[in-house]
């Protein structure tokens, strides 16, 4: 493309009419400002309705003026795929993401997908080639703030803050803790497999309780075994208000309220200490029920770089104060089990909002030239937990609120911008929990040892020597093949038959209504291609709408029920739908030329607009601008 680069060259093709034919012209020069939205989770059914009651405002004025499509997702439908296919342009056999979950195949066991990590550092799990490093390689300003699977943040010709993937100090995607006196709630909260850690509280004396705050999780000086890392923390209560003392600070926190962040130092060795943040909520104070969001990384002083120069994650901090660092802060968990109301869940995520909102006023200000890519995450969290029939208004209030901030966005767009707004994938109901291992079992493909009906997590009560396929992860089905895993069973040369009729099973599976629960089967043969094809999932499912693969089945858990209704607050979802049910947003406030639109489409496009050569590897095919 770069042949066009000749500004008199240019303006002979321009009067020809050739080169708006090729993408080009003169909204496409070097001296071209593109802005890059993305709003995880935004749905075009919610959008359309919306826009059409009149309650988007913005959001409709580019859909009518600009160039509005759906965009065609990625199989499977989870965050951490469908953002890596958009940000390198390629499936996910090119990027090897293929969900949160992935599975050591020597061990049967559940990884964490996102990100790696050894002795001395921690790598990107993501392959591939993101556009930003192609813009930067070609000196183009190039500002990433928030992209998922960002982490570690990678050098780019400019700055960079990591989103998605960032962990909180223990290593986790987000562990809350919780303090109470309250015996009998506390076992509920056991008992409903609370993945926040719980502390029931004795007292010390009076109306004083000596706990703890959980920090780093380590190797020990002398075992190789983790151990945590914690901080002493004294919680006395009065009338509708307690005192914290925090090392030689002390807290002051009523009932209903949240507190500040609060700097915490965690000691890892006689000269070291590790730094984090946290806010508490106190719910009560007698009977006390306190939380404590996940510690996370302190953006001033990081124990392990989360933007790109190192600096500018604390260079932020001093500007608007101490943020969310966490890859998914909005504590879903939290709310879902009860720990946190719905009006003090929306407050929690009204107040990321505004930190994002705060980050996005400062990139705009100083944006004069390049690429800025700037990402909200609000929409797919709002919508996993109100999706339910009936409780709507905060999905409503939040695409209301990103309104306003596209709005502000547009206000200060010149005739050199161009903004293209993305989302990842849509969302449709869910009712229904399927126990995929649970199917597999009854099929055949799946054995327990003898006398067992159920397994626990981590196929604790498998049959390995009696099993040919097995499922974990969101959406992935794998088999039991001999010289890969470490007891299968099925020879190679026998692997397409066994796919063949697990597809026509599974094709055939319907609930007590007669409703298909799979709508497509998808062999990872068929659709991916590069060099991480075959340490994907085997087989992958595009179930009907309605319909998700369990929580119990993603960590290997084998239930005695098949089909169980989903009666929790998360109702909504997407991670194994068919991705022709869940497509996702593709705005601009400029026209391209009709016709599909694919997340591989996107990092193409964005790299032509700059006159940049599209990497061979990536998949998709650039958008032709037409003005």
Avoid at 8 to 28: A, D, N, Y
Avoid at 333 to 358: C, P, W, Y
Wanted: hydrophobic share 40%; proline share 7%; glycine share 8%.
């Amino acid at each position: 493309m770069e042949r066009f680069s000749s500004p008199v060259l240019q303006k002979f093709l321009i009067c020809l009419g050739v080169l708006p034919l090729l993408g080009f012209g003169p909204s496409m020069k070097r001296d071209t400002k593109v802005i890059l939205l993305g709003m995880d989770g935004l749905d075009p059914k919610v959008l359309e309705r919306l826009a059409a009651a009149g309650d988007l405002p913005h959001f409709k004025s580019l859909m009518e003026a600009g160039s509005y499509r759906k965009l065609a997702t990625v199989v499977p439908s989870e965050s951490p795929v469908a953002w890596s296919t958009l940000a390198t342009g390629a499936n996910p056999g090119k990027h090897g993401i293929f969900g949160f979950i992935h599975r050591d195949p020597k061990t049967y066991m559940p990884a964490l997908a996102l990100y790696g990590s050894s002795k001395f550092s921690i790598q990107s799990s993501r392959g591939g080639t993101p556009f930003w490093q192609v813009s930067s390689s070609n000196k183009i300003p190039t500002n990433v703030i928030r992209f998922p699977i960002t982490f570690p943040p990678e050098k780019v010709y400019g700055r960079m803050l990591s989103g998605m993937g960032v962990p909180d100090l223990q290593g986790s995607l987000g562990l809350y803790s919780f303090f109470t006196t309250d015996r009998q709630y506390y076992q509920d909260l056991k008992d409903h497999d609370s993945k926040g850690t719980l502390f029931l509280l004795e007292t010390a004396g009076g109306k004083v309780y000596q706990t703890q705050i959980l920090g780093p999780r380590v190797a020990g000086p002398f075992s190789s075994e983790p151990r945590d890392i914690s901080i002493p923390l004294q919680i006395e209560t009065h009338p509708r208000q307690v005192m914290l003392k925090i090392g030689d600070s002390n807290y002051s926190i009523r009932e209903g309220q949240w507190s500040e962040w609060i700097p915490l130092k965690f000691p890892m060795s006689f000269m070291k200490t590790t730094s984090g943040i946290g806010r508490f909520y106190l719910v009560s104070a007698e009977p006390l029920k306190l939380y404590l969001s996940a510690i996370q990384i302190d953006p001033k002083d990081p124990e392990f770089a989360i933007s790109y120069p190192e600096e500018f994650s604390s260079e932020l901090a001093e500007k608007i104060g101490y943020f969310h660092t966490l890859g998914m802060p909005e504590d879903t968990n939290a709310f879902v089990e009860g720990v946190l109301s719905q009006d003090v869940f929306l407050e929690q995520v009204e107040t990321i909002m505004k930190e994002r909102e705060k980050m996005l006023v400062l990139e705009l200000q100083t944006f004069k030239e390049g690429l800025l890519v700037f990402v909200f995450d609000e929409p797919d969290r709002m919508q996993h937990v109100f999706w339910k029939e009936g409780r709507e208004k905060p999905i409503d209030d939040c695409y209301k609120r990103l309104d306003k901030i596209l709005g502000s966005v547009i206000r200060q767009l010149d005739e050199k911008t161009i903004l293209v707004l993305v989302s990842d994938h849509g969302f449709t109901s869910f009712k229904t929990n399927v126990h995929l291992n649970t199917w597999l079992k009854e099929k055949g493909y799946l054995a327990l040892l003898p006398g067992r009906e159920e397994s626990e997590n981590f196929f604790s009560e498998v049959d390995w020597s009696k099993t040919k396929a097995y499922s974990l992860g969101l959406n992935g089905l794998y088999l039991n093949l001999k010289g890969r895993e470490k007891m299968g069973i099925v020879e190679p040369g026998d692997a397409q038959k066994l796919k063949q009729k697990i597809e026509k099973d599974f094709l055939e599976f319907r609930d007590a209504n007669g409703k298909n629960v799979v709508r497509r089967v998808f062999w990872s043969d068929k659709i991916y291609a590069g060099p991480f094809r075959d340490s994907g999932p085997d087989m992958l499912l595009g179930m009907n709408e309605g319909f998700r693969i369990s929580q119990q089945t993603a960590l290997g858990g084998v239930p005695r029920a098949l089909l169980e209704a989903n009666v929790k607050k998360w109702s909504g979802d997407h991670v194994a739908t068919d991705p022709d049910l869940v497509p996702g947003v593709f705005l601009s406030n400029r026209k391209f030329k009709e016709g599909p639109v694919s997340l591989m489409d996107v990092a193409p496009t964005l790299l032509e607009i700059f006159g940049c050569s599209v990497p061979e590897s990536m998949d998709g095919k650039p958008l032709l601008l037409l003005r």
